[in-house]
């Protein structure tokens, strides 16, 4: 366990459908990243925050959203479904913005699997 | 852009066979580079970070190198356990990680 807890951890859904991933950092981490890994790509990075602000942003569509939250638990929404965006969805945190040696060093969740049909 | 290259994407190794995965890279202020182990179906597991070219770290039979351009993780007397995806990640100037496609490591007993 690596402190990091991502809920649910399957999920089927529909095209068109709206879906949200949960994500409990760390205890003491104020940093929270999301990664998209699909097979036919390695892991994407999505998005950032730390301590309720968002980071840095990478390669996030304009139909997913992110937030954090006061008690620096995460959440992704996704909507408007595609089968594109059927893939494993990481969560990691850190404990700070990553300026800091040993402070770069991100510890995974087990990820969010998500299946659109 | 920040890239990451990683080869081969697919090892096979005898147990006791030693061999590298390499990692090359170019980024914009490379503030860090860090190798991950993923098992299947699991979230990456952290292994090493490397700051400057020189610089070598240790952990059991895995060793990790890095130059100003590349990077290697040996594995010396694998065993079936080490079976795994090794996944390289660099961070640039402006914090942000990016990965690499990863290899995948297939260890014989």
């Known amino acids: 366990d690596s402190g990091v807890t991502q809920t649910p951890k399957h999920l089927i859904t529909a095209t068109g459908q709206r879906v949200t991933l949960r994500c409990s950092p760390r205890s003491g981490d104020l940093s929270v990243y999301w990664y998209q890994q699909s097979l036919d790509q390695g892991l994407q990075f999505l998005i950032q925050?730390?301590?309720?602000?968002?980071?840095a942003k990478g390669n996030i569509l304009e139909r997913f959203s992110a937030q954090q939250f006061p008690d620096l638990h995460s959440e992704l929404n996704l909507s408007s479904l595609e089968l594109g965006d059927s893939a494993l969805y990481f969560c990691a945190s850190s404990v700070g913005t990553g300026t800091l040696s040993g402070a770069n060093v991100l510890t995974f969740g087990a990820g969010s699997r998500l299946t659109v049909l | 852009e920040d890239q990451v290259t990683q080869s081969p994407e697919a090892l096979r190794l005898q147990e006791g066979e030693s061999s590298s995965l390499n990692c090359s890279y170019t980024v914009s202020g490379l503030r860090g580079l860090f190798w991950y182990r993923q098992d299947p179906g699991k979230g990456p597991e952290f292994l090493f970070t490397?700051?400057?070219a020189g610089e070598e770290k240790e952990k059991e039979r895995l060793k990790a190198t890095l130059t100003k351009k590349e990077s290697f993780l040996h594995i010396t007397a694998p065993k079936p356990e080490d079976s795994a995806t090794y996944l390289c990640a660099v961070q640039a100037s402006d914090y942000k990680l990016s990965f690499g496609a990863g290899t995948t490591v297939t260890v014989r007993a």
């Open positions: 490397l700051y400057s």
């Open positions: 925050y730390y301590n309720g602000e968002e980071r």
